[in-house]
Protein backbone atom coordinates (compact mmCIF):
# COMPACT_ATOMS: atom_id res chain seq x y z
CA UNK A 1 0.00 0.00 0.00
CA UNK A 2 2.19 3.04 -1.31
CA UNK A 3 -0.23 5.65 -0.26
CA UNK A 4 1.37 7.64 2.84
CA UNK A 5 0.75 10.92 1.32
CA UNK A 6 -2.74 10.50 1.38
CA UNK A 7 -5.50 12.33 4.13
CA UNK A 8 -5.53 9.88 7.42
CA UNK A 9 -9.41 8.98 6.37
CA UNK A 10 -8.27 8.07 2.37
CA UNK A 11 -5.63 5.96 4.41
CA UNK A 12 -8.22 4.43 6.75
CA UNK A 13 -10.59 3.60 3.68
CA UNK A 14 -7.74 2.18 1.60
CA UNK A 15 -6.70 -0.60 4.48
CA UNK A 16 -10.76 -1.13 5.82
CA UNK A 17 -11.35 -2.41 2.07
CA UNK A 18 -7.97 -3.85 1.34
CA UNK A 19 -9.10 -6.19 4.48
CA UNK A 20 -12.96 -6.74 2.83
CA UNK A 21 -11.42 -8.16 -0.49
CA UNK A 22 -9.11 -10.14 1.33
CA UNK A 23 -11.44 -11.90 3.97
CA UNK A 24 -13.90 -12.62 1.13
CA UNK A 25 -11.29 -14.05 -0.96
CA UNK A 26 -10.25 -16.12 1.93
CA UNK A 27 -13.41 -17.17 3.48
CA UNK A 28 -13.67 -20.84 1.86
CA UNK A 29 -9.99 -21.70 2.50
CA UNK A 30 -10.23 -20.33 6.74
CA UNK A 31 -12.06 -24.08 7.54
CA UNK A 32 -8.41 -25.99 5.58
CA UNK A 33 -6.31 -23.60 7.86
CA UNK A 34 -7.95 -24.91 10.82
CA UNK A 35 -8.09 -28.08 9.80
CA UNK A 36 -3.98 -27.95 8.97
CA UNK A 37 -2.90 -26.01 11.26
CA UNK A 38 -1.33 -23.15 9.96
CA UNK A 39 -1.80 -20.17 8.15
CA UNK A 40 -0.14 -20.11 5.02
CA UNK A 41 3.06 -18.08 4.18
CA UNK A 42 1.20 -16.49 1.07
CA UNK A 43 -1.28 -15.26 3.26
CA UNK A 44 1.03 -14.07 5.93
CA UNK A 45 2.56 -12.14 2.76
CA UNK A 46 -1.07 -10.69 1.53
CA UNK A 47 -1.86 -9.16 4.56
CA UNK A 48 1.58 -7.79 4.46
CA UNK A 49 0.97 -6.31 0.94
CA UNK A 50 -1.82 -4.93 2.13
CA UNK A 51 -0.73 -2.97 4.98
CA UNK A 52 -2.77 -4.96 7.50
CA UNK A 53 0.12 -5.10 9.80
CA UNK A 54 0.55 -2.48 12.24
CA UNK A 55 -1.00 -0.08 10.19
CA UNK A 56 -1.91 2.31 12.97
CA UNK A 57 2.10 2.81 12.98
CA UNK A 58 3.03 6.49 11.89
CA UNK A 59 3.48 6.45 8.07
CA UNK A 60 7.07 7.52 9.02
CA UNK A 61 7.59 3.97 10.37
CA UNK A 62 5.90 2.02 7.00
CA UNK A 63 2.21 2.26 8.55
CA UNK A 64 -0.60 3.85 7.42
CA UNK A 65 -1.56 5.93 10.22
CA UNK A 66 -5.17 5.05 10.80
CA UNK A 67 -6.61 5.59 13.90
CA UNK A 68 -8.42 3.16 16.38
CA UNK A 69 -11.34 2.95 14.87
CA UNK A 70 -10.37 1.74 11.41
CA UNK A 71 -7.83 -0.33 13.47
CA UNK A 72 -10.76 -2.11 15.09
CA UNK A 73 -12.96 -2.33 11.99
CA UNK A 74 -9.92 -4.09 10.46
CA UNK A 75 -9.19 -6.75 13.22
CA UNK A 76 -13.53 -7.39 13.63
CA UNK A 77 -13.52 -8.08 9.54
CA UNK A 78 -10.47 -10.22 9.86
CA UNK A 79 -11.95 -11.87 13.20
CA UNK A 80 -15.12 -13.13 11.53
CA UNK A 81 -13.13 -15.54 9.06
CA UNK A 82 -10.23 -16.26 10.72
CA UNK A 83 -9.03 -15.44 14.31
CA UNK A 84 -5.59 -16.48 13.40
CA UNK A 85 -5.73 -13.88 10.76
CA UNK A 86 -6.79 -11.59 13.18
CA UNK A 87 -4.20 -13.34 15.64
CA UNK A 88 -1.50 -12.38 13.26
CA UNK A 89 -2.91 -8.72 12.90
CA UNK A 90 -2.89 -8.52 17.22
CA UNK A 91 0.68 -10.33 17.74
CA UNK A 92 2.73 -7.87 14.94
CA UNK A 93 0.80 -4.89 16.47
CA UNK A 94 1.89 -5.76 19.97
CA UNK A 95 5.17 -5.67 19.28
CA UNK A 96 5.36 -3.01 17.10
CA UNK A 97 2.85 -0.40 19.43
CA UNK A 98 5.46 -1.45 22.55
CA UNK A 99 8.51 -0.62 20.72
CA UNK A 100 7.11 2.75 19.39
CA UNK A 101 6.01 3.93 22.71
CA UNK A 102 8.86 2.63 24.62
CA UNK A 103 12.03 2.29 22.36
CA UNK A 104 14.84 4.14 21.61
CA UNK A 105 15.08 6.06 18.02
CA UNK A 106 17.64 3.70 16.99
CA UNK A 107 15.09 0.13 18.26
CA UNK A 108 12.26 2.08 16.29
CA UNK A 109 14.03 3.13 13.43
CA UNK A 110 15.32 -0.13 12.91
CA UNK A 111 12.35 -2.62 13.66
CA UNK A 112 9.47 -0.83 13.01
CA UNK A 113 9.21 -0.21 9.11
CA UNK A 114 9.97 -4.35 9.00
CA UNK A 115 7.13 -5.27 11.08
CA UNK A 116 4.89 -2.91 9.13
CA UNK A 117 6.00 -4.29 5.82
CA UNK A 118 5.87 -7.58 6.84
CA UNK A 119 9.28 -8.65 6.35
CA UNK A 120 9.60 -9.57 9.79
CA UNK A 121 7.02 -11.68 11.65
CA UNK A 122 7.54 -10.61 15.46
CA UNK A 123 5.94 -13.23 18.48
CA UNK A 124 5.21 -12.19 21.76
CA UNK A 125 6.77 -14.34 24.43
CA UNK A 126 5.43 -13.29 27.74
CA UNK A 127 3.55 -16.70 29.18
CA UNK A 128 5.41 -19.60 30.87
CA UNK A 129 4.63 -22.88 32.73
CA UNK A 130 4.09 -21.15 36.05
CA UNK A 131 3.06 -17.86 35.00
CA UNK A 132 -0.13 -16.97 32.92
CA UNK A 133 -2.14 -13.67 34.22
CA UNK A 134 0.34 -13.49 36.77
CA UNK A 135 2.98 -12.13 34.47
CA UNK A 136 5.23 -10.94 37.21
CA UNK A 137 5.86 -14.80 37.89
CA UNK A 138 7.96 -14.84 34.77
CA UNK A 139 11.63 -17.13 35.69
CA UNK A 140 13.37 -15.90 32.05
CA UNK A 141 16.40 -14.61 33.41
CA UNK A 142 18.07 -11.97 31.24
CA UNK A 143 21.38 -11.69 32.55
CA UNK A 144 22.81 -8.06 31.65
CA UNK A 145 26.54 -8.43 32.92
CA UNK A 146 27.64 -5.84 30.05
CA UNK A 147 30.46 -8.48 29.10
CA UNK A 148 31.13 -7.93 25.70
CA UNK A 149 28.28 -5.06 24.83
CA UNK A 150 25.46 -8.19 25.20
CA UNK A 151 22.85 -9.96 27.62
CA UNK A 152 21.91 -13.42 27.59
CA UNK A 153 18.42 -14.59 27.79
CA UNK A 154 17.85 -18.15 29.17
CA UNK A 155 14.02 -19.39 29.80
CA UNK A 156 10.84 -21.30 28.41
CA UNK A 157 8.06 -19.77 26.47
CA UNK A 158 4.82 -20.96 25.82
CA UNK A 159 2.11 -20.73 23.80
CA UNK A 160 3.59 -17.49 21.68
CA UNK A 161 1.31 -17.21 18.58
CA UNK A 162 2.99 -17.28 15.44
CA UNK A 163 6.06 -18.43 17.64
CA UNK A 164 6.52 -21.48 15.10
CA UNK A 165 6.90 -18.84 12.19
CA UNK A 166 8.53 -15.66 14.02
CA UNK A 167 11.88 -13.65 13.04
CA UNK A 168 11.71 -11.87 16.35
CA UNK A 169 10.73 -12.22 19.56
CA UNK A 170 9.78 -9.72 22.30
CA UNK A 171 10.74 -11.70 25.91
CA UNK A 172 9.63 -10.51 28.79
CA UNK A 173 11.89 -12.09 31.55
CA UNK A 174 13.34 -10.74 34.56
CA UNK A 175 17.16 -9.23 35.51
CA UNK A 176 18.29 -8.82 39.26
CA UNK A 177 14.66 -9.79 40.01
CA UNK A 178 13.14 -6.47 38.00
CA UNK A 179 11.22 -6.71 34.88
CA UNK A 180 12.75 -6.33 31.97
CA UNK A 181 12.05 -7.01 27.75
CA UNK A 182 14.09 -7.97 25.20
CA UNK A 183 14.48 -8.73 21.60
CA UNK A 184 15.50 -11.55 20.56
CA UNK A 185 16.41 -13.04 16.95
CA UNK A 186 15.00 -16.64 16.30
CA UNK A 187 18.10 -17.87 14.19
CA UNK A 188 20.41 -16.95 16.99
CA UNK A 189 22.11 -20.04 18.52
CA UNK A 190 20.05 -21.38 22.02
CA UNK A 191 16.90 -20.38 20.27
CA UNK A 192 14.56 -23.61 19.87
CA UNK A 193 10.73 -23.93 18.99
CA UNK A 194 8.48 -26.77 19.68
CA UNK A 195 5.14 -26.08 17.36
CA UNK A 196 1.76 -26.77 19.31
CA UNK A 197 -0.81 -28.71 17.37
CA UNK A 198 -4.61 -29.53 18.25
CA UNK A 199 -5.32 -26.37 20.79
CA UNK A 200 -8.31 -26.25 21.72
CA UNK A 201 -8.56 -22.84 19.39
CA UNK A 202 -6.60 -20.27 16.96
CA UNK A 203 -5.43 -23.71 15.21
CA UNK A 204 -3.83 -21.90 12.17
CA UNK A 205 -1.86 -19.30 14.48
CA UNK A 206 1.44 -21.08 14.09
CA UNK A 207 1.61 -21.00 17.76
CA UNK A 208 4.94 -22.79 19.54
CA UNK A 209 6.51 -23.09 22.70
CA UNK A 210 10.10 -21.40 22.61
CA UNK A 211 12.99 -22.26 24.19
CA UNK A 212 15.94 -19.99 24.83
CA UNK A 213 19.08 -21.67 25.81
CA UNK A 214 21.83 -18.69 27.00
CA UNK A 215 21.08 -16.95 23.90
CA UNK A 216 23.08 -13.96 23.44
CA UNK A 217 22.14 -10.58 22.28
CA UNK A 218 23.60 -7.72 22.25
CA UNK A 219 22.48 -4.80 24.98
CA UNK A 220 20.79 -2.14 22.40
CA UNK A 221 17.94 -5.15 22.01
CA UNK A 222 16.88 -4.56 25.59
CA UNK A 223 13.53 -2.59 25.66
CA UNK A 224 13.35 0.05 27.94
CA UNK A 225 15.19 0.25 31.50
CA UNK A 226 14.78 -2.64 33.87
CA UNK A 227 12.10 -2.63 35.77
CA UNK A 228 9.47 -0.83 33.23
CA UNK A 229 9.48 -4.28 31.33
CA UNK A 230 6.15 -5.02 33.01
CA UNK A 231 4.41 -2.07 33.69
CA UNK A 232 5.42 -0.55 30.75
CA UNK A 233 5.91 -1.95 27.71
CA UNK A 234 4.60 -5.31 28.43
CA UNK A 235 1.58 -3.60 29.38
CA UNK A 236 1.23 -1.08 26.37
CA UNK A 237 1.67 -4.53 24.31
CA UNK A 238 -1.30 -6.11 26.05
CA UNK A 239 -3.16 -3.09 26.28
CA UNK A 240 -2.87 -3.02 22.43
CA UNK A 241 -4.10 -7.03 22.26
CA UNK A 242 -6.86 -6.46 24.29
CA UNK A 243 -8.54 -3.65 21.79
CA UNK A 244 -7.75 -5.72 18.69
CA UNK A 245 -8.82 -9.03 20.31
CA UNK A 246 -12.17 -7.40 21.26
CA UNK A 247 -12.57 -5.99 17.74
CA UNK A 248 -11.72 -9.37 16.39
CA UNK A 249 -14.43 -10.69 19.42
CA UNK A 250 -17.20 -8.41 17.61
CA UNK A 251 -16.25 -10.28 14.28
CA UNK A 252 -16.83 -13.20 15.37
CA UNK A 253 -20.43 -12.07 17.12
CA UNK A 254 -21.19 -10.89 13.95
CA UNK A 255 -20.64 -13.77 11.44
CA UNK A 256 -22.09 -16.45 13.96
CA UNK A 257 -25.11 -13.95 14.37
CA UNK A 258 -25.60 -13.91 10.12
CA UNK A 259 -25.31 -17.41 10.23
CA UNK A 260 -27.51 -18.44 12.92
CA UNK A 261 -30.29 -16.04 11.24
CA UNK A 262 -29.40 -17.20 7.81
CA UNK A 263 -30.39 -21.14 8.99
CA UNK A 264 -33.55 -20.43 10.92
CA UNK A 265 -35.02 -18.65 8.51
CA UNK A 266 -34.43 -20.99 5.57
CA UNK A 267 -34.61 -24.31 7.74
CA UNK A 268 -37.95 -25.93 7.60
CA UNK A 269 -38.58 -28.90 10.19
CA UNK A 270 -41.61 -31.27 10.27
CA UNK A 271 -42.78 -28.65 7.83
CA UNK A 272 -42.71 -26.15 10.32
CA UNK A 273 -39.89 -23.49 9.74
CA UNK A 274 -37.64 -22.90 11.99
CA UNK A 275 -37.89 -19.46 13.05
CA UNK A 276 -41.53 -20.36 13.89
CA UNK A 277 -40.60 -21.68 17.33
CA UNK A 278 -40.51 -18.52 20.19
CA UNK A 279 -37.75 -20.05 22.11
CA UNK A 280 -35.52 -19.76 18.58
CA UNK A 281 -36.42 -16.30 18.07
CA UNK A 282 -35.58 -15.28 21.65
CA UNK A 283 -31.71 -17.29 21.34
CA UNK A 284 -31.77 -14.94 17.83
CA UNK A 285 -32.32 -11.59 19.90
CA UNK A 286 -30.44 -12.00 22.51
CA UNK A 287 -27.63 -13.15 20.31
CA UNK A 288 -28.08 -10.05 18.73
CA UNK A 289 -28.23 -7.92 21.12
CA UNK A 290 -25.01 -9.11 22.89
CA UNK A 291 -23.02 -8.44 19.39
CA UNK A 292 -24.59 -4.95 19.55
CA UNK A 293 -23.47 -4.22 22.75
CA UNK A 294 -20.20 -5.73 22.15
CA UNK A 295 -19.68 -3.21 19.36
CA UNK A 296 -20.66 -0.27 21.18
CA UNK A 297 -17.61 -1.29 23.75
CA UNK A 298 -15.70 -1.38 21.35
CA UNK A 299 -16.81 2.16 19.71
CA UNK A 300 -16.12 3.51 23.20
CA UNK A 301 -12.87 2.04 23.29
CA UNK A 302 -12.03 3.26 19.94
CA UNK A 303 -12.85 6.96 20.81
CA UNK A 304 -11.12 7.11 24.14
CA UNK A 305 -8.08 5.59 22.65
CA UNK A 306 -8.22 8.04 19.81
CA UNK A 307 -7.86 11.12 22.61
CA UNK A 308 -4.54 10.09 22.78
CA UNK A 309 -1.59 7.56 24.10
CA UNK A 310 -1.91 5.52 27.18
CA UNK A 311 -6.03 6.55 27.12
CA UNK A 312 -8.71 4.46 26.90
CA UNK A 313 -7.40 1.60 29.15
CA UNK A 314 -10.01 0.64 31.30
CA UNK A 315 -12.74 1.24 27.76
CA UNK A 316 -10.74 -1.33 26.27
CA UNK A 317 -10.61 -3.87 29.34
CA UNK A 318 -14.64 -2.89 29.32
CA UNK A 319 -14.57 -4.05 25.59
CA UNK A 320 -12.63 -7.06 25.79
CA UNK A 321 -14.66 -8.50 28.40
CA UNK A 322 -17.98 -7.86 27.10
CA UNK A 323 -17.13 -8.99 23.76
CA UNK A 324 -15.29 -12.27 24.53
CA UNK A 325 -18.10 -12.63 26.51
CA UNK A 326 -20.27 -12.34 23.55
CA UNK A 327 -18.39 -13.84 21.01
CA UNK A 328 -18.68 -16.98 23.50
CA UNK A 329 -22.33 -16.98 23.87
CA UNK A 330 -23.17 -16.04 20.22
CA UNK A 331 -20.75 -19.01 18.99
CA UNK A 332 -22.76 -21.42 21.64
CA UNK A 333 -25.97 -20.42 20.16
CA UNK A 334 -25.43 -20.54 16.96
CA UNK A 335 -24.23 -23.95 17.20
CA UNK A 336 -26.97 -24.86 19.15
CA UNK A 337 -29.32 -23.08 16.21
CA UNK A 338 -27.45 -24.79 13.55
CA UNK A 339 -27.20 -28.14 14.65
CA UNK A 340 -25.86 -30.46 13.20
CA UNK A 341 -24.84 -28.33 9.99
CA UNK A 342 -22.63 -26.20 13.18
CA UNK A 343 -20.95 -29.54 13.99
CA UNK A 344 -19.46 -30.40 10.38
CA UNK A 345 -15.57 -29.85 10.26
CA UNK A 346 -16.16 -27.13 7.66
CA UNK A 347 -18.28 -25.20 9.92
CA UNK A 348 -17.50 -21.29 10.84
CA UNK A 349 -19.81 -20.91 13.70
CA UNK A 350 -18.11 -24.22 14.90
CA UNK A 351 -14.61 -22.77 14.11
CA UNK A 352 -15.56 -19.56 15.97
CA UNK A 353 -17.27 -21.44 18.98
CA UNK A 354 -13.77 -23.44 19.98
CA UNK A 355 -11.89 -19.78 18.85
CA UNK A 356 -14.29 -17.83 20.82
CA UNK A 357 -13.20 -19.99 24.13
CA UNK A 358 -9.74 -18.95 23.76
CA UNK A 359 -10.76 -15.29 23.52
CA UNK A 360 -12.28 -15.68 26.84
CA UNK A 361 -8.51 -16.71 28.30
CA UNK A 362 -5.81 -14.55 26.29
CA UNK A 363 -4.92 -11.19 27.33
CA UNK A 364 -6.37 -11.71 30.18
CA UNK A 365 -8.84 -13.58 31.50
CA UNK A 366 -12.66 -13.08 31.99
CA UNK A 367 -12.05 -13.09 35.91
CA UNK A 368 -9.06 -11.27 35.88
CA UNK A 369 -10.68 -8.35 33.80
CA UNK A 370 -13.80 -9.06 36.18
CA UNK A 371 -11.35 -7.85 38.97
CA UNK A 372 -9.65 -4.55 37.05
CA UNK A 373 -13.11 -3.26 36.36
CA UNK A 374 -14.59 -4.00 40.09
CA UNK A 375 -11.67 -2.29 41.50
CA UNK A 376 -11.62 0.40 39.10
CA UNK A 377 -15.66 0.77 40.29
CA UNK A 378 -15.18 0.70 43.91
CA UNK A 379 -11.90 2.64 44.34
CA UNK A 380 -13.49 6.10 44.72
CA UNK A 381 -16.12 4.90 47.49
CA UNK A 382 -13.39 3.54 49.61
CA UNK A 383 -12.34 5.36 52.99
CA UNK A 384 -9.76 8.17 52.15
CA UNK A 385 -11.13 8.92 49.06
CA UNK A 386 -12.43 12.07 47.17
CA UNK A 387 -15.68 9.90 46.80
CA UNK A 388 -17.61 8.64 43.51
CA UNK A 389 -17.11 10.43 39.71
CA UNK A 390 -19.30 10.39 37.62
CA UNK A 391 -19.24 7.89 34.17
CA UNK A 392 -18.35 4.33 36.55
CA UNK A 393 -15.45 2.34 35.65
CA UNK A 394 -14.32 3.55 33.02
Known amino acids: MSDAGAPADGRA ?5 AAAELASAVQEAAADWDREGALPDSVRKEMAAAG ?12 AGIGPAALGETAALLGGVCGSMR ?38 AATEEGA ?39 VLGQTDGRPATVLVEADRPGVSREAVRGQLGLRAARIAHVTFDAVRV ?12 LSHVVGSALDHG ?21 HTATRVQDGVPLDSHQRVLSLLAKAYVDTLAARQLAERAAGARARGAGLGVAETIVAKYAAASAAASVSRDAVQLLGSVGCEPDSRSGRHF ?10 GAQQVL ?22 GPA
Open 242 to 262: RFTVAWGCVGIADACLADAAE
Open 52 to 63: LLAADLPTAYGG
Open 87 to 124: GLLTVQGMVAAALHRWGTRAQRDEWLVPLASGELTAGF
Open 354 to 363: RDAKVMEIIE
Open 132 to 170: GSALGAVQTQVDDTGAGGTVTVSGRKRWVTFGEVADVYL
Open 13 to 17: AAVLR
Open 370 to 391: ETHIAERLVRPYRPGTAGPTAG
Open 218 to 229: PRDHLVAPSGLG
